[in-house]
């Protein structure tokens, strides 16, 4: 018991010298941003003067709205200018992150840093939080000056939850942006580099405020805390990917960026030729491609290393169609809305006519399930996956939605699903799963990278099994889904609730 006790006292006695020397580098990082006046003069500046502005804005709002009669528009308006006035100083916590290491690789002064006793996690977190802390004071400082100037013109004082909202808010986008800002400075080699790449940064968090500003004005602030969830995730991520990625030796011997395409679709081929087993290897030969040991080993063994993206997947759908399910209970169809009894067989001829359907034959039902699962593919490298599992979420939250509203209308919804999602979706459903469990895993390497493999390697591996899986598995079960679905649903359906 006293060995015990002594190794979780040595454990706890660890973390608080490693907690001691991050701090101690925070400290250093902060006071040298400090002396900096090129970065310290604008934070004053949007600190202080942003939100006069933006005060004098809310007012000129509010004195128009009243004088045409359109008070709420003036409302809307000062929580939405509370959201701007704190983003707006932590857009500059971008500017200090990129600068972290590349930076100090430019001004020589990184050689000495990386030769200190701190390990790489400890650099890692002592650079981020330094990056992040003066932009985010400048915010609470700015989102401060600018409700007690609004408190002194029009007495508004905030709800608290709306505040806490704003701030909570604020806090995660920083985080995220200084995270991904200090993942792009550790992987380049210039400056100008950085700031190129930092366009990934700044176009979704644009698009992030953009979408911010229309629930601010519509008033749903409940969303934000959504938004909220969703950017801490975004910032584990990119944290884990950071202090996965970093390597101090690589840092100091890498001179410049290249891009090799002849490296990349070499090392590409071989993973995707090779067996799985044997993919990662550098071969001096030209790998070798075969048809039958791809089906008889390649596609079971890739299948079966997927079990836990696959899992996710599926839990996920069905998550997707409980989650239809209540909105069918939340909100009923009325009663003579639909009449399964009564189904003409004109009904399956052409779809294309609602719109959001493709027309109703084996090439249209093809393609478009083809270009869904590659559409969430693409997305799933720049949302580490999760726009992929949101993709194929969609359509079984409509399934469960129309399964409930079916129960609700006291037609069997077990008879309903084997008649209509059955015949085909036994074929299509598999192959959707599969595809996006690969599309996942795709998403996930960026963070995780295999043991051995760079961040690059491990996303090529990762995208030549899931080309071999869509190629040689998900395409033929696709194609099959989609005569089953023209041919067979239909004939199903009518033979169950045909028309009298």
Same mark, same amino acid.
């Given at each position: 018991m006293?060995?015990?006790a002594?190794?979780a006292? @040595?454990?706890?006695?660890a973390?608080r010298?490693?907690?001691?020397?991050v %701090?101690?580098m925070?400290?250093? *990082?902060?006071?040298?941003?400090l002396?900096d006046?090129?970065?310290?003069?604008?934070?004053?500046?949007?600190?202080?003067?942003?939100?006069?502005l933006?005060?004098?804005?809310?007012?000129?709002?509010?004195?128009?709205?009243?004088?045409?009669?359109?008070?709420?528009?003036g *409302?809307?308006?000062i929580?939405?200018?509370?959201?701007i006035?704190g /983003?707006f100083?932590?857009?500059?916590?971008?500017?200090?992150?990129?600068?972290?290491?590349?930076?100090?690789k430019?001004?020589? =002064?990184?050689?000495?840093?990386?030769?200190?006793?701190?390990?790489?996690?400890?650099?890692?977190?002592?650079?981020? %939080?330094?990056?992040?802390i003066p932009?985010v004071?400048a915010s609470?400082?700015?989102l401060?000056v600018?409700?007690?100037g609004l408190y002194i013109?029009?007495?508004?004082?905030p709800p608290?939850?709306?505040?806490?909202?704003i701030v909570?808010?604020t806090?995660?986008e920083?985080l &995220?942006?200084?995270?991904?800002a200090v993942?792009v400075s @550790?992987q380049?080699?210039?400056v100008r580099?950085?700031?190129?790449?930092?366009?990934?940064?700044?176009v #979704?968090?644009?698009?992030?405020?953009?979408?911010? @500003?229309?629930?601010m004005?519509?008033?749903h602030?409940?969303v934000?805390?959504?938004?909220?969830?969703?950017l %801490?995730?975004?910032?584990?991520l990119l944290?884990?990917?950071?202090?996965?990625?970093? +390597?101090?030796?690589?840092?100091l011997?890498?001179?410049?960026?290249?891009?090799? !395409?002849?490296f990349?679709?070499r090392r590409?081929?071989?993973?995707?030729?090779? $067996?799985?087993?044997?993919?990662?290897?550098?071969?001096?030969?030209?790998p070798?491609?075969?048809? !039958?040991?791809?089906y008889?080993?390649?596609?079971?063994?890739l299948i079966?290393r997927q079990?836990l993206p696959?899992?996710?997947?599926?839990?996920t759908?069905l998550?997707?169609?409980?989650?239809g399910?209540g909105?069918?209970?939340?909100?009923?169809?009325?009663?003579d809305f639909l =009449?399964? +009894? *009564?189904?003409p067989?004109?009904?399956?001829q052409?779809l =294309?006519? /609602?719109?959001?359907l #493709?027309?109703?034959?084996?090439?249209a039902?093809?393609?478009n399930?083809?270009r869904?699962?590659?559409?969430?593919?693409?997305?799933?490298? /720049?949302?580490?996956g999760s726009?992929?599992? &949101?993709l194929l979420?969609?359509?079984?939250a409509?399934?469960?939605?129309?399964?409930?509203?079916v129960?609700l209308?006291?037609?069997? $919804?077990?008879?309903f699903? &084997?008649?209509?999602?059955?015949?085909?979706?036994i074929?299509?459903l598999?192959a959707?799963?599969?595809a996006?469990?690969?599309?996942?895993?795709?998403?996930a390497?960026?963070?995780?990278p295999?043991?051995?493999?760079?961040v690059? *390697?491990?996303l090529?591996l990762?995208l030549a099994?899931?080309?071999?899986?869509f190629?040689f598995?998900?395409?033929p079960?696709?194609?099959?889904?989609a005569?089953?679905e023209i041919?067979?649903?239909?004939?199903?359906v %009518?033979?169950?609730?045909?028309a009298?």
């Open positions: 006293s060995s015990v002594s190794a006292l @040595s454990r706890t006695d973390r010298e490693s907690l001691r020397r %701090l101690v925070v400290r250093r *990082e902060v006071i040298d941003t002396r006046w090129r970065i310290v003069v604008p934070i004053i500046l949007l600190t202080l003067a942003f939100p006069v933006m005060d004098f804005t809310a007012n000129a709002a509010m004195e128009w709205a009243t004088k045409y009669g359109g008070p709420i528009v *409302e809307r308006m929580p939405f200018l509370l959201m006035v /983003f100083p932590i857009s500059f916590s971008l500017i200090i992150a990129l600068e972290t290491f590349v930076g100090e430019e001004r020589r =002064s990184l050689e000495p840093l990386l030769a200190t006793p701190l390990s790489n996690a400890e650099l890692y977190w002592g650079k981020m %939080l330094a990056a992040m932009p004071t609470y400082l700015g401060g600018y409700l007690t013109t029009v007495r508004y004082v608290p939850e709306l505040l806490a909202a909570a808010l806090t995660a920083a &995220v942006m200084v995270s991904g993942v @550790s380049t080699t210039s580099a950085a700031n190129l790449l930092a366009s990934f940064i700044i #979704p968090m644009a698009l992030l405020v953009q979408g911010e @500003s229309i629930i004005f519509w008033a602030y409940e934000l805390w959504w938004i909220v969830a969703v %801490l995730v975004a910032d584990v944290v884990r990917m950071g202090i996965h990625i970093f +390597n101090r030796e690589e840092l011997g890498r001179e410049i960026d290249e891009l090799n !395409l002849r990349i679709w590409f081929k071989g993973f995707f030729l090779r $067996p799985p087993w044997d993919a990662q290897r550098i071969h001096t030969g030209s070798r491609f075969n048809l !039958l040991r791809v008889r080993h390649d596609l079971p063994i079966g079990w696959i899992a996710v997947v599926t839990l759908l998550g997707g169609m409980g989650l399910w909105y069918a209970v939340q909100y009923p169809l009325p009663p =009449s399964l +009894n *009564e189904i067989q004109e009904t399956f052409d =294309s006519g /609602f719109g959001f #493709p027309s109703f034959n084996v090439s039902i093809f393609f399930n083809v869904s699962l590659v559409l969430g593919a693409l997305l799933a490298l /720049f949302s580490f726009i992929a599992l &949101v979420m969609i359509p079984l409509i399934i469960g939605f129309f399964t409930g509203e129960f209308l006291g037609y069997n $919804p077990l008879l699903l &084997v008649t209509f999602i059955l015949p085909h979706g074929v299509e598999p959707a799963i599969i996006t469990a690969f599309a996942l895993r795709m998403g390497s960026v963070v995780s295999p043991k051995g493999l760079t690059g *390697e491990g090529l990762a099994d899931f080309l071999k899986v190629l598995l998900v395409l079960l696709l194609l099959i889904a005569v089953l041919w067979v649903t239909p004939q199903v %009518l033979a169950v609730y045909r009298g």
